[in-house]
């Protein structure tokens, strides 16, 4: 009886087992991918709206991130540089990002300047080096 017992329960626990298995999603590269030009697909339309006249915090933050975590860096700066110039109530990495962007671009000193910002904002203590 013991040996039942325990024959079933160890069918049972292995049947779970692969019926949770078979519920997780293997997300494909080609998934990545269309996500991916979804996102760019929303920004484009952005775009068309700026080009109108039409911009906002909002919209700026949007446009901004989405080349930024799309790696098109240029275009990043671009936006980044507009919602700077619309506010300064902006979350610390916002500013962080925009120094990130300007340097990809070769626009050191302006970076420099918007990396003091965030450290500024965020509270980070800067230790300055003194080059001889």
Not at 29 to 44: G, L, M, P
Not at 95 to 105: D, E, N, V
Not at 118 to 129: A, C, T, V
Request: charged share 30%; aromatic share 12%.
């Amino acid at each position: 009886m013991k040996n039942n017992l325990l024959l079933y329960l160890t069918i049972l626990s292995l049947s779970s087992f692969n019926n949770y298995a078979q519920k997780t999603k293997v997300v494909s590269s080609e998934d990545k991918k269309s996500d991916n030009y979804a996102y760019i697909d929303a920004v484009k339309t952005y775009e068309r709206v700026s080009e109108k006249g039409y911009k906002s915090v909002e919209m700026l933050k949007k446009m901004g991130n989405a080349y930024f975590f799309n790696e098109k860096l240029d275009k990043a700066a671009k936006y980044y540089g507009e919602l700077c110039d619309m506010t300064t109530d902006l979350e610390p990495e916002y500013y962080y990002r925009y120094a990130i962007s300007l340097k990809a671009i070769g626009e050191d000193k302006k970076a420099s300047e918007n990396l003091k910002k965030y450290n500024q904002l965020s509270g980070n203590q800067i230790i300055e080096e003194k080059h001889e």
